[in-house]
């Protein structure tokens, strides 16, 4: 299985349910990118480095990611709108186990 269905909310509330390829080494934010759920230049500013929390996002579904880095969690710390279920997009590998991943982008800040 090279395909997994994940939902996204964008930023205006809009729920998209989209498909994501796993063997091309994406993470959740380059797939917010691909299928244009953020205006261009506002999500993975800093490219994916885990730097910016541009790409900040809310996992709404029991999935079970990964641990978080230390880098995530010091940027988090420094992030606008943070709740307890926040994790960067780019931090986020697109894999088998996300088949049914739900999230929702947090506001732009």
Excluded: W
Aim: charged share 25%; with cysteine; net charge negative.
């Amino acid at each position: 299985m090279s395909d997994i269905n994940i939902k996204i909310t964008d930023r205006d509330g809009v729920s998209h349910k989209v498909v994501a390829p796993t063997d091309m080494a994406m993470n959740l934010m380059e797939v917010v990118r691909s299928y244009e759920l953020a205006p261009e230049g506002t999500i993975g500013v800093c490219g994916g480095m885990a730097m910016c929390a541009s790409c900040q996002c809310y996992v709404l579904s029991e999935t079970a990611l990964p641990e978080m880095s230390d880098d995530e969690e010091a940027m988090l710390s420094e992030a606008f709108d943070v709740k307890e279920n926040s994790r960067l997009g780019c931090q986020i590998q697109m894999t088998p186990e996300m088949d049914g991943l739900v999230v929702a982008l947090a506001p732009e800040s």
